[in-house]
């Protein structure tokens, strides 16, 4: 396979660019404190550092290989390579999934089980180069690609996890969600394991460098847009503690919540929230977070969410109604008064800095488009 490739100038030049690309995309994170792609946006520093260390490894990993491809001796090549491959089991791999799990926001989560989850692939590789020979390598693909299936699904029930959390306690969406990265994550890795498989001619070792740079620079890209929501969490972790024992917010892992607490949660917080919230137009703020109008109406996190609970919405679903209905009434005004007016302008008066986010919003509340419902009542309020 290598001697193929081995006098191929473009394949070493492709091979040095996706290096360099590495080493510079992991200096750039490491280095710079300014957002270049999303300015507005502010990353998590965990999830940064964490990439950071991902790229630095693949231009290592990178560094390792390319000997291979002057190399004459067979035995050296074979040695070569089973080293990088037990290399790349205890920190190429490892550290890919610990990324993964970085961009899950709603809490930290154990890093053992991916030491546990390698160990078989870093003791089938120390055999390999021990014993100098590939006998086990059909053994340990079958394991890398059971071990790929387990983690997709371990992230797919994580990432429904995570949603419900991001609609507990976020009203904009936009640059917090992360279901597209490991869609195209997914396919990365499936792409590779079907390259682990069939792994023969200069082809498909084109393709794993193209793979390479794509899934380089839309790490980069995710890591640079996804918003940090780790600092109103900590804050609230700190009154909440304080607080929840006088306001006797009922036990989610014990009993149920009675009629009785139902009416004291709606009987408390609902004046609070029409009296702070609604009145004042707190719900057009952007980015307006369960931390922050907790605080506003005087309570905690924790039982706020409760409140929600009890109503049977989320506070995603309850400042997006408030946002649509504000939406409605500048809509209708602009109409009566015969002023311009656009949709995206008024989704943005009406509290949403992305107008895609206002469209999905207004679509899962009114049960149609913005388009179709401005011909269906502007007509209406005309005669």
Sequence with gaps: ??????????????????????????????????????????????????????????????????????????????????IGGLLDSITLFPVAIVVLLAMLQDRRRPLWPVAVMMAPLVVGGTFSVATRSYVLLPIVYVYSLLMCMGLIIYMVRELRRYGRWLRDNFADLEHKEVWQSFLVLAIIISVFAIYMFTSEGPFYQYAMQVIILVLICYLLWRVETLSDLSIPIQLDTAIAVDDVADLNVPDKRGRGISPGEKFSLSHNIGPLLKQHCEEPQLYLQHDLNLFQLAKAIGTNRLYLSQYFSTQGITYNAYINDLRINHFVSLYRDAVEASRPFTAQQLAHDSGYRSYSTFRHAFKLRMGQNVREWMCDTAPKWQN
């Design 1 to 82: 396979m290598y001697d193929q490739i081995r006098e191929d100038t473009f394949f070493i030049m492709l091979y040095a660019v996706v290096m360099a690309t590495a080493l510079l995309a992991s200096c750039y994170l490491l280095f710079r404190r300014a957002n270049a792609i999303a300015p507005d946006v502010t990353p998590p520093a965990r999830l940064r550092r964490w990439t950071a260390a991902f790229f630095a490894v693949f231009f290592v990993d990178h560094m390792w290989y390319m000997p291979i491809f002057f190399l004459n001796s067979s035995e050296d090549i074979i040695m070569n390579d089973l």
